[in-house]
């Protein structure tokens, strides 16, 4: 009398299960090259939005779609943002909370006392030119310029690198924005 192996009914179930799990619901985050020049693009457009809206309608309704285009592009409902804007001094350097990159982007807010609004300053015209896009999964990072115009035609140029994340919702987010102007030699 031989000894058959017990194992038989456990293959047999794990097999059976393969068969479910082939038909499973694949999730993908991987971010491609476009969505990322989109969401630099939507980013840009965004800031000179806010800057037209509060020339013509006023710093409310600038805060309002400022908080629009915070909650749309920015990743703070998945935790702090590794934000450090451009003019900033310390102790409030870094903006990890949404309140601090409201009171950046539009003032007005007595826990930021030194902020006046950077996206209110009459920006007309903003363009992102990346030296290099570096994409890996369900991250990517950029890092390159960001040219933003005034009312008055002049330019101004900084260094802005970014990093995206998909939230569970397939959007891309910006967790880490790290703006500063360029270095000058003196």
């Known amino acids: 009398m031989t000894n ?27 971010i491609s090259e476009a969505e990322v020049l989109q969401a630099q ?73 030194k902020d006046t609004g950077f996206a209110l300053k009459g920006w007309t015209q903003c363009e992102s030119k990346n030296a290099a896009v570096f994409i890996s999964g369900d991250s990517a990072t950029t890092m390159g310029n960001v040219m933003i115009t005034d009312k008055s035609g002049k330019v101004t140029t900084v260094d802005k690198t970014w990093k995206f994340v998909k939230d569970d919702a397939g959007k891309l987010r910006i967790v880490v924005h790290h703006s500063s102007l360029p270095y000058t030699a003196s």
């Not at 794990?14 to 619901?25: F, K």
């Not at 457009?45 to 006023?58: E, N, R």
């Not at 310390?90 to 930021?112: E, I, K």
């Open 4 to 30: 058959k192996p017990r194992v038989l009914i456990p293959v047999a179930l794990a097999l059976a299960s393969l068969g479910s799990a082939a038909s499973a619901t694949v999730v993908n985050q991987a």
């Open 41 to 113: 693009k939507a980013w840009c457009k965004a800031l000179v939005d806010i800057s037209q809206t509060h020339a013509t309608s006023g710093q409310a309704a600038a805060k309002a779609l400022a908080e629009k285009v915070i909650d749309g592009a920015y990743g703070y409902q998945m935790g702090a943002v590794l934000f450090k804007p451009t003019l900033t001094v310390a102790p409030q350097t870094f903006r990890t909370t949404r309140a601090g990159a409201l009171a950046y982007f539009v003032g007005g807010d007595a826990a930021f006392p």
